[in-house]
């Protein structure tokens, strides 16, 4: 059974940083591309970065470009999602998928930027 369980939100202040991690069970990660997608309160999902399978090429929405960097542990099955430079409109709910819209998805975790 394909598993995804995301961690590592919370609440913090404009300026600082978090790193989401999305724990995979049931499938390998090195075989399969990654997406993180968020939602704010109130709005439609955005994409936020993806990382491919093998050689893990990375892409980033411009929202976030030069503030994220995701990545891949192969031997922990876990993808991240280093969080710098956080703004308010960062708010959201952070999802990891893998496979699509209509793939798997994890619970989400809460990232919440405020003063």
């Known amino acids: 059974e394909v598993q995804l369980v995301e961690s590592g939100g919370g609440l913090v202040q404009p300026g600082g940083s978090l790193r989401l991690s999305c724990a995979a069970s049931g499938f390998t990660l090195f075989n399969n591309y990654m997406t993180w997608v968020r939602q704010a309160p109130g709005k439609g999902l955005e994409w936020v970065s993806l990382i491919e399978s093998g050689g893990g090429t990375t892409t980033y929405a411009d929202s976030v470009k030069g503030r994220f960097t995701i990545s891949r542990d192969d031997a922990k099955n876990t993808v991240y999602l280093q969080m710098n430079s956080l703004r308010p409109e960062d708010t959201a709910v952070y999802y990891c998928?893998?496979?699509?819209?209509?793939?798997?998805w994890g619970q989400g975790t809460q990232v919440s930027v405020s003063s």
């Open positions: 998928n893998v496979g699509g819209p209509f793939g798997n």
